[in-house]
């Protein structure tokens, strides 16, 4: 157990390639960007669903009258 914890952080501190700061700090602009666009478009498909589904709703309950 103790190798592959040393052998791990070996692999972590010798091969692993981080980024820079500057770097992460671009990649996170662009995932906070897409986050609120996938939002917003969440957002529009929920309230169109709600639409739709309150005119159906209302639509057949006029039909029983």
Same mark, same amino acid.
């Given at each position: 157990?103790?190798g592959y914890i040393k052998n791990s952080y070996?692999?972590?501190?010798?091969?692993?390639?981080?980024? +820079?700061?500057?770097?992460?700090?671009?990649? &996170? #602009? #662009?995932?906070?960007?897409? +986050?609120?666009?996938?939002?917003i478009v969440v957002l529009a498909m929920d309230? +169109?669903?709600? &639409? #739709?589904?309150?005119? #159906?709703?209302?639509?057949?309950?006029?039909?029983?009258?």
């Open positions: 157990m103790m070996k692999e972590l501190v010798e091969k692993v390639s981080w980024p +820079s700061f500057s770097k992460l700090q671009e990649m &996170t #602009i #662009i995932v906070m960007v897409a +986050s609120v666009i996938f939002a309230m +169109s669903f709600e &639409t #739709i589904m309150s005119n #159906i709703y209302k639509f057949l309950g006029n039909l029983g009258r």
